[in-house]
């Protein structure tokens, strides 16, 4: 399918195309859907539900999610190549990006709660106003990434690449709270 508007639609397995280029699905429902082997370039998904939809080698290259709910999606096994998402004001709790390349990844307002980003490389990463409650990063790399308006981040810099990442004196204790610190601002 190539440059088509899907507006508030329920997905069904059936129907599901094996390329999508240039699509705008608006208002759609994917929830619990096996999107195997499924490719999406250069689409856009508005106000859309992907929760717990199935993703083994699923292409995305160069999508963006707007004020969508991904809830337990293993984007770890999403197919790499040319790999480009960007993700605003979206409900990502219990996501995996576990060992995923993703640089400059850009996260706007999100609820990025329990997810995992465990050995990501997520250089100059976006957590733009996201909570980032319950989110394991270690053997992460997080150099120049942008925390400075997060919330709720847990972050060992002795188990991370941090150089150059942007925190502001506000979020320090999510810097060294396995310290047990009693920290005043």
Not at 95 to 108: G, Q
Not at 143 to 169: E, V
Request: proline share 1%.
């Amino acid at each position: 399918m190539h440059n088509e508007t899907l507006d508030s639609c329920k997905i069904q397995q059936a129907s599901l195309e094996q390329e999508y280029e240039q699509c705008l699905f608006q208002n759609c429902d994917f929830s619990d859907l096996d999107l195997r082997d499924v490719s999406f370039e250069e689409c856009s998904f508005t106000n859309c539900n992907l929760t717990n939809a199935k993703i083994k080698n699923t292409a995305f290259k160069d999508v963006t999610f707007n004020e969508c709910k991904l809830m337990g999606i293993h984007f770890a096994n999403a197919n790499t190549f040319l790999l480009e998402m960007r993700f605003n004001d979206c409900q990502l709790d219990y996501t995996s990006f576990y060992k995923l390349k993703l640089p400059k990844i850009d996260f706007t307002n999100c609820s990025l709660r329990d997810s995992d980003f465990v050995e990501a490389d997520i250089v100059a990463a976006d957590f733009s106003g996201c909570d980032l409650y319950g989110t394991s990063f270690e053997k992460t790399n997080l150099s120049k990434a942008d925390f400075r308006t997060a919330s709720n981040y847990n972050l060992d810099p002795s188990l991370n690449t941090m150089t150059g990442a942007k925190f502001t004196t506000h979020g320090l204790a999510g810097l060294v709270s396995k310290h047990k610190l009693d920290i005043s601002v």
